[in-house]
């Protein structure tokens, strides 16, 4: 039974069992009811949260592992880069701008221009883009309101949550 079908029969229980029409069941019969869904809820409870548990053990073993493969893809393309620079250290020093072969060509060319800073004060207004990051800081807002100040835009708020252990 899944656990909202649980939860359910409780509320089916807890109504028909709180009819006072009914005279025709004991107490003892309403008990054992009651008794025999929460035992159903409880292990549904635990089941429920070990499998929780369960995948969040597999989210941080796939976590690891993408950043095992993470550092493994930036090192090949780190050696990659080396390989590049390396070839074409190698083929200026030769004075070869080309070198071709039945797979690829290899060949040096020029970049395109690109800017360099080296002053930045020096650089007029309208070239210059102002950019500012704001950041709340949470903890100061928490401790005014907490001490009964109140903070325009924001306020305490409670949430649950789930707790396994």
Same mark, same amino acid.
């Given at each position: 039974?899944?656990? @909202? ?13 709180? /009819?006072? /029409?009914? /005279? ?55 050696? %990659?880069? @080396? ?16 070198? %071709? ?41 928490? %401790? ?22």
């Amino acid at each position: 039974m899944k656990l @909202y079908e649980i939860n359910q029969q409780y509320a089916e229980a807890l109504a028909f069992f709180g /009819d006072v /029409d009914n /005279d025709d069941m004991s107490l003892d019969t309403a008990l054992d009811t009651f008794e025999a869904i929460e035992g159903d809820f409880e292990q549904k409870v635990i089941s429920v949260a070990a499998y929780a548990k369960q995948l969040e053990a597999e989210a941080e073993a796939i976590k690891a592992a993408m950043e095992r493969m993470e550092k493994r893809r930036k090192a090949i393309e780190n050696r %990659a880069d @080396y390989l590049k620079d390396y070839t074409k250290v190698c083929m200026e020093q030769m004075g070869k701008t080309k070198v %071709a072969c039945p797979w690829f060509n290899i060949s040096i060319q020029k970049n395109p221009p690109s800017v360099r800073v080296y002053d930045e004060a020096a650089l007029p207004f309208e070239y210059v883009l102002e950019v500012v990051n704001v950041k709340v800081d949470k903890a100061a807002i928490k %401790a005014a309101l907490s001490a009964g100040v109140e903070v325009s835009g924001a306020k305490l708020s409670n949430g649950t949550r789930l707790v396994i252990k």
